[in-house]
């Protein structure tokens, strides 16, 4: 069975400071991984994504995000976070087994300060 | 590119009635199409997909006669909420992707109030 587990539901930080937000999932198949940000009332707009090529993918606005099969890890990191970076992040994998399906994780909601 | 568009952004309905929902890709022919509902301070959760020119797959627990999805062309599906009740009121957000891609692109989604 595959699953995403976001470990944190909420990360504040400050202007200016690095962001991370945490993901690690569990797949029997070499996945698909990717991070959606979701502003308040809009859709999903997908950041990036890791299809067994590259380990550290690099996506829009800054962000990227390492994929560690060791640890089964996909978080998300910037190095200096910006008030319009404050949003829910969403952690998925492709279910390849099941024609591509997505599975959401539950999401992390981030702040930022100024 | 891969622009995918929904129609209405908002609406309110009364209890009973039905409600039609567009999903469009602008750019792109759309193979698969997928709709999710998310609950307030929830994740998505996918309710089905749909291939263009056949029956929509639904995921468990979730009513086929009552979320009436249609894929008749290569840039548009419906869902249709029918009866709709109160506790149908939810964000429902489609999705579209080409051919074997596993990348989805989402639509802005579509905020449904039923009193």
């Known amino acids: 069975a595959q699953s995403v587990t976001q470990l944190d539901s909420h990360v504040s930080v400050s202007e200016g400071t690095p962001v991370l937000l945490r993901c690690n999932y569990s797949s029997s198949y070499s996945p698909s991984l990717f991070w959606y940000v979701q502003h308040p009332n809009k859709g999903l707009q997908l950041l990036l994504k890791y299809t067994s090529a590259a380990t550290l993918v690099k996506g829009i606005n800054g962000f990227e995000a390492e994929f560690k099969k060791s640890e089964t890890s996909f978080h998300l990191t910037k190095p200096s976070a910006h008030m319009s970076d404050a949003a829910e992040y969403f952690c998925v994998v492709s279910l390849m087994e099941y024609g591509n399906k997505l599975v959401f994780g539950a999401g992390t909601i981030l702040r930022v300060k100024s | 590119g891969a622009v995918v568009s929904q129609h209405p952004s908002w609406v309110i309905c009364k209890s009973g009635t039905s409600v039609k929902i567009e999903c469009r890709s602008l750019d792109f022919q759309a193979t698969t199409m997928f709709w999710y509902r998310q609950f307030p301070k929830q994740s998505l959760m996918l309710m089905a997909t749909?291939?263009?020119?056949?029956?929509?797959?639904?995921e468990q627990g979730v009513e086929k006669d009552k979320f009436l999805i249609n894929h008749a062309s290569l840039t548009l599906s419906t869902l249709t909420v029918t009866s709709a009740h109160p506790e149908d009121s939810s964000f429902y957000i489609c999705?579209?992707?080409?051919?074997?891609?596993?990348?989805?692109?989402f639509g802005p989604g579509t905020r449904l109030l039923v009193l």
């Open positions: 749909s291939n263009e020119g056949s029956k929509a797959t639904y």
């Open positions: 999705s579209a992707r080409s051919g074997q891609q596993e990348t989805q692109y």
